[in-house]
């Protein structure tokens, strides 16, 4: 482990925890913000390398790569390679956007602070955008036809990226699922307290349905699920009703659940199921009312805009609400309380709460329904 | 007082708190998302009838309307009175904007909780752009070289709306500046405790200077202010060296300030000025260490984009950031926080706190500082 020292030694650089003495182009700015990052695979004493075996390309990068490229499998590849040896990391400089990786830890400098060991399976869960990157193949065993990349090459982890073991006992497509929205039920969990009511918007969702077992978790005393739809609103009520058949059997990479944790009677995941239109602020607010509401703690979980002025009429004098949501508009939840003389706390969904990986992975093992339903989103 | 009880009562449509009773078209949205709204004087229970005498236009649709009649005041005139005669409220439909107002108390409902009397002269703290309006003369005092419009006239407010009685003691302008700017205090003095060390970008403005001392009255150990430039750094150094001709008479309109109130001795408003780059992150962030920090608060009150990465990074784990620039970006500062890993709570600054108003007045009167720092930028 004391190779790599000589290495940032002789660069005169110290190493920061931000990564900044791998950033180098423009100099002085975030890795995230640089054109340019240094994939050097030697290592500071707070690194840590990666053996990188996939990549997971933000949706949006990848739609752009695929249309630019005309689904062309081979220029697809080339681009993905072309803008990792040319800026060192995996950010589509049409979109900004980045992704993220599972890989093997390698490395592990003396001074890191992230309780990694060599060998231990992990996947990321700080962007591509701001993650030292080398690919050593040509990326021959992925065929374009999804986000997915299987690949081989090598990542570097500063002191303060963060990255999560990935479990032994749940399929990778799960943990990573989970992974992908962890802060909402960790930063839900911070704010819920007992007795609370909390109105959950887009509770069928991924992160909506890890808030709601959160807020569930931390002694709520009633929780009501706003879905979009009747589909939805079933999915709610009991998530294996709609999936009997395809469910039963595991699918390819998909251990099988043990039978006991589907059967075993628990208490629902949310126990007033509503159905409005969460940009519909009277109907919205209307109807939490009629379930119980006003809520003291509302969580935003629909990825659709507009749905600030509900979110905030839910929600009772000194309550709060959390935007979990990138289609929240700053300026719209701050004039809309303010229009509505709303005395409400507002919070923006911060991805990184300590410890939220294994918190969301926790709840997902304790509550087969959420579990249930992110099985059914990634056999979609 | 009852006789606008038949009205209403003609009208079978119960009074809603939030003015929904008052929207004509279309029916069932929020009177803000509305076309036009019904500005019948007849009171509802909860309601109260304001004589307005003047309007302040909102900045961007004074800009546009100045524009598109290229300053013609006849034309600029009947536009605005053509706005509310066809909406029932002074809402421009190009900007979407509106404005606040300042008028008489004319009539109270038995119902209004807004603790209003009448003959009390107050200023609206919601938008125009939610307030049934009236307008009865020409607008022939309204030279249209300033958004300030001189009128006669009604407007109506609801259960849920804001409004401050304009105090005595205080230049009106004065008044208005504070008002405009009252939650940023009301919210920071909620957050900040007894031995906080907090950071304030942009505290030579309005609502950074008003923050600042709020933060002080809240028991903050450390104060440090941020500014762009040496100019901002003396001003909050001292803000009446750099005005001791102008200030000292009374300008038209503003009464004489009490000699006594601005030559006691005071603590200073900030115990450091940091002059940085806010959209710096890395070197705002080493300026705040430097200067004290990390800050255990920080208060965001520049009015420009890309401040996000700087405020988390000059902020400790565990504490807060506020934002109250309108050019925050949510996803920005969602993604930044969890791109550096910063366990930091992230609010929307909310524009109304109970008492914010009052709250941000008795700071003015308290802090001759931030007066000074006011009256300076009113004067420009």
């Known amino acids: 482990m004391t190779t790599s020292l000589p290495a940032w030694g002789r660069t005169q650089t110290p190493a920061s925890p931000l990564g900044l003495h791998r950033v180098l182009d423009p100099p002085g700015v975030l890795p995230q913000a640089a054109w340019r990052l240094d994939p050097n695979p030697a290592i500071a004493p707070d690194e840590v390398r990666v053996r990188v075996d996939r990549l997971n390309l933000d949706a949006a990068s990848y739609r752009q790569l695929r249309e630019t490229y005309a689904g062309d499998p081979d220029k697809i590849r080339s681009a993905v390679l072309d803008i990792i040896a040319t800026r060192g990391k995996m950010q589509n400089p049409v979109t900004g956007s980045g992704g993220m990786l599972t890989g093997t830890v390698e490395e592990v400098g003396p001074a890191s602070p992230l309780g990694l060991q060599p060998g231990q399976r992990i996947a990321t869960l700080v962007s591509l955008t701001l993650t030292p990157l080398v690919i050593t193949d040509s990326l021959y065993r992925w065929d374009t036809k999804s986000e997915q990349v299987p690949c081989e090459g090598h990542a570097i982890l500063f002191a303060r990226s963060i990255a999560a073991v990935l479990p032994d006992?749940?399929?990778?497509?799960?943990?990573?699922?989970?992974?992908?929205?962890?802060?909402?039920?960790?930063?839900?969990?911070?704010?819920?307290?007992?007795?609370?009511?909390?109105?959950?918007?887009?509770?069928?969702?991924?992160?909506?349905?890890?808030?709601?077992?959160?807020?569930?978790?931390?002694?709520?005393?009633?929780?009501?699920?706003?879905?979009?739809?009747?589909?939805?609103?079933?999915?709610?009520?009991?998530?294996?009703?709609?999936?009997?058949?395809?469910?039963?059997?595991?699918?390819?990479?998909?251990?099988?659940?043990?039978?006991?944790?589907?059967?075993?009677?628990?208490?629902?995941?949310?126990?007033?199921?509503?159905i409005a239109d969460a940009r519909d602020p009277v109907g919205l607010a209307t109807k939490v009312q009629e379930a119980g509401g006003p809520a003291d703690v509302t969580v935003v979980c629909v990825d659709a805009a507009g749905c600030e002025g509900g979110a905030i009429l839910s929600t009772a004098p000194g309550g709060t609400v959390i935007f979990f949501s990138m289609a929240t508009s700053f300026s719209a939840a701050a004039l809309g309380a303010e229009g509505l003389a709303a005395d409400v706390s507002m919070l923006i969904g911060n991805g990184y709460v300590p410890g939220h990986a294994e918190f969301a992975l926790n709840l997902i093992r304790a509550t087969p329904t959420v579990r249930a339903l992110f099985e059914r989103r990634i056999e979609q």
């Open 169 to 274: 006992d749940l399929p990778v497509p799960l943990s990573l699922a989970v992974m992908d929205v962890c802060g909402a039920p960790a930063l839900t969990s911070r704010v819920v307290y007992e007795g609370a009511v909390v109105a959950v918007l887009g509770a069928a969702g991924k992160s909506g349905s890890l808030s709601a077992a959160a807020a569930r978790q931390s002694g709520a005393a009633k929780i009501i699920g706003v879905v979009p739809n009747e589909v939805e609103a079933a999915l709610l009520r009991n998530p294996r009703t709609t999936q009997d058949g395809g469910a039963e059997g595991p699918a390819t990479g998909v251990l099988p659940r043990p039978a006991t944790d589907l059967r075993a009677p628990q208490s629902p995941l949310v126990d007033e199921v509503v």
